[in-house]
C-alpha cells in the first residue's frame, strides 16, 4: 500500500470519526452516510434496487394493497371474514413456492444473466395484473382472485430476486449482513409507512379498484431495477442442461437440508409462525361494521395501519442499535414471550375495557398497532439475519427462497387455521359475541414457540454458521462459466458435520 491510498484511508477514517460529532446535523446525515458506506463496500446499483424493490415495490405496495384488498372482498365481492382469512391465504400462493423462482434465478440464465431479467419479468406480470384488476368491472370471484394472485406474484419474484443478490453480499461481505438485512427491513417500514399513510385516503376518495390502478406503478419499478442492476455475465449459457441443473439444485437443497445445522432453525421458523394464528380480518370486520365497535372510517384504519408502519419501523432500529449481536435464541425468547402478550391488547378493545376506563378506541388501537408489529418485526428479524447466514454459496437465491417459502408455508397455515376458528367460533360479518375467544386463543399460541427455541443456534450471531464445506469455493473454479456447478458438487459429496452447540 503507497502513501497516497494510505492518506485517503487516514482521511475518510477521520471524516466517519466527525460525523456523529456535529449533533443534531450528524445524527441527520447518519442514515445518508450509512447509505454511502454500503455502497462504497458493495455497488451503489445494489443498495438502489434494495430501496426501490424493498422500499417501493414491496414497502408502498403492501402498504396501499393491504388495506385495499380488504375493503375489496368486503365491499365489492360481500365476502364473510373466515372466506376473506382463507382467500388472503390463496393469494400468497406464490410466495409459497418461492423456491421455484429461486431455481430459475440460480440455474436459468437469460442472455447470460440470472437477475435482471427475472426483475424485469416481475414488473411486467405486476404492472398489468393489477392495471387489469382495476379496469374490469364485476369481476367473479375466481378471477379476481387470479388477478390478485398474479400481483402477488410479481412481487415474490422481484422479492427472490433481490433477495439472491442480499445473500450474495451476505456471503461476500459477512460482517455487513445484519447491516443489509436493517436496510432491508428499513425500507420497507419506511415504504410501508408511506404506503399505509395515503391508503385509507385513496381509498376514500377513489376506492379500492382506482388503488389497484396505482399499485401498477410500485410494480413496474422493478422493471426499472432490472435495467440498472449491475451483474456479471455468464458466457456460453448452455439451456440444454437447465434440467440437470433443476436436478442438481434440488440434490444441493436437499444435502443441506439433511445438516442439523440447518432443518432445525427451519422447523422452528415453520412452527413459531404456523401457530400464530391469524384473526386479522375479523378484528378488521370488526372495527368498520360492528354495531357495538369504533366503526373507523377509510382514512382511520389506513392511519392505523401507518402506525403499525411506525412500529416496525422502530423494531428494526431497536434491532439495529441494540440487539443486534445478541444471541438469536435470547432475543426470540423475548420477542415471542411479548407477542404473545401484545396479542391481549386486542382483547381489551373488544370487550369494552378501556371505555370503562375513558380510553377512546382509537388510542388503544393506536397503541396495540405499533406495540405488536415493533414486536413482531423485533421477533423477524434475526429470523431473517438467520436464513441469510443458512445459504451455500451458489445456491443462494434457490435456498434462501427456500427458507423464505418455509415462511410461507407458516403464515398460510396460520391464515387458513385462523379462519377456520373464526368460522367454527361463528363471526361473521354481522355477529362478533365469540371474536373475545379468538382472541384468547391466538394469544396463548403465540406462547407455544418458546418451547422449541432450543432449535434454534445458541452461537454469536456475528460469526458464520454454515461449515466452510458449504461456503468455500475451490481455487482454480472461481472462473467456471457456471460457478452454482462447483457448488453443488461440494454439497452433493455428503452432509456437511455441524459445529454449532444447540445447548
Known amino acids: 500500500m503507497d502513501q497516497d491510498e494510505k492518506f485517503q484511508i487516514q482521511e475518510k477514517q477521520a471524516l466517519k470519526e466527525k460525523l456523529p460529532k456535529n449533533g443534531t446535523f450528524g445524527m441527520i446525515l447518519s442514515p445518508f452516510n450509512w447509505l454511502r458506506k454500503l455502497s462504497d463496500e458493495l455497488q451503489w446499483s445494489f443498495v438502489l434496487g434494495v430501496v426501490m424493490i424493498y422500499g417501493v415495490n414491496q414497502g408502498v405496495g403492501l402498504g396501499l394493497s393491504k388495506l385495499s384488498t380488504q375493503y375489496y372482498m368486503k365491499d365489492e365481492q360481500k365476502l364473510q371474514p373466515s372466506e376473506a382469512q382463507v382467500y388472503h391465504g390463496l393469494i400468497m400462493i406464490p410466495w409459497i413456492v418461492k423456491p421455484l423462482w429461486g431455481l430459475l434465478t440460480d440455474t436459468v440464465a437469460v442472455a447470460g444473466l440470472r437477475r435482471r431479467p427475472y426483475f424485469i419479468f416481475a414488473g411486467m406480470i405486476g404492472a398489468i395484473s393489477m392495471l387489469v384488476l382495476s379496469l374490469e368491472k364485476d369481476l367473479y370471484l375466481g378471477f379476481a382472485l387470479l388477478l390478485l394472485t398474479g400481483g402477488s406474484a410479481g412481487a415474490a419474484i422481484a422479492d427472490v430476486t433481490i433477495d439472491a443478490c442480499v445473500t450474495e453480499n451476505s456471503i461476500a461481505h459477512p460482517s455487513l449482513a445484519g447491516e443489509m438485512q436493517s436496510l432491508c427491513g428499513l425500507c420497507s417500514s419506511v415504504g410501508q409507512l408511506v404506503g399505509f399513510t395515503i391508503s385509507g385516503f385513496l381509498v376514500h376518495r377513489i376506492g379500492s379498484k ?87 372510517s377509510q382514512e382511520v384504519v389506513g392511519s392505523i395501519s401507518a402506525v403499525g408502519a411506525i412500529g416496525s419501523l422502530l423494531g428494526v432500529l431497536l434491532y439495529q442499535n441494540a440487539f443486534r449481536s445478541h444471541p438469536f435464541r435470547k432475543v426470540l425468547f423475548w420477542a415471542q414471550l411479548l407477542y404473545g402478550a401484545s396479542g391481549m391488547l386486542d382483547l381489551i378493545l373488544v370487550l369494552r375495557i378501556n ?43 434457490t435456498f434462501f427462497a427456500l427458507l423464505m417459502s418455509i415462511d410461507h408455508v407458516g403464515s398460510f397455515s396460520a391464515s387458513w387455521a385462523g379462519g377456520f376458528l373464526l368460522h367454527a367460533l361463528n363471526v361473521t360479518r354481522t ?64 452432509s456437511p458435520s455441524t459445529t454449532l452447540s444447540y445447548e
Open 210 to 296: 382506482g388503488v389497484f390502478g396505482i399499485l401498477s406503478i410500485p410494480a413496474a419499478l422493478a422493471i426499472l431495477v432490472g435495467m440498472i442492476i449491475q451483474e456479471p455475465s455468464i458466457r456460453n449459457v448452455s439451456y440444454k442442461r437447465a434440467s440437470p441443473k433443476f436436478v442438481d439444485a434440488g440434490r444441493a437443497m436437499w444435502a443441506a437440508l439433511k445438516s442439523p445445522v440447518v432443518w432445525r432453525p427451519c422447523l422452528y421458523m415453520y412452527l413459531s409462525l404456523a401457530v400464530s394464528l391469524h384473526i386479522h380480518e375479523g378484528m378488521f370486520y370488526w372495527y368498520t361494521d360492528a354495531p357495538t365497535g369504533p366503526s373507523f
Open 355 to 397: 371505555l370503562i376506563f375513558g380510553l377512546p378506541d382509537y388510542a388503544v388501537v393506536v397503541f396495540d398497532a405499533a406495540v405488536s408489529h415493533m414486536i413482531g418485526r423485533l421477533k423477524w428479524m434475526p429470523l431473517l439475519v438467520l436464513s441469510s447466514k443458512l445459504c451455500p454459496s451458489g445456491i443462494e437465491g
Open 431 to 494: 355477529t362478533f359475541d365469540n371474536l373475545w375467544l379468538a382472541i384468547v386463543i391466538r394469544s396463548v399460541f403465540r406462547l407455544l414457540p418458546i418451547g422449541i427455541l432450543f432449535l434454534i443456534p445458541s452461537s454469536d450471531p456475528n460469526v458464520a454458521i454454515l461449515p466452510m464445506e458449504m461456503l468455500r469455493i475451490k481455487k482454480g473454479e472461481e472462473d467456471s462459466q457456471d460457478p452454482i456447478d462447483t457448488e453443488m458438487e461440494s454439497l452433493m459429496k455428503g
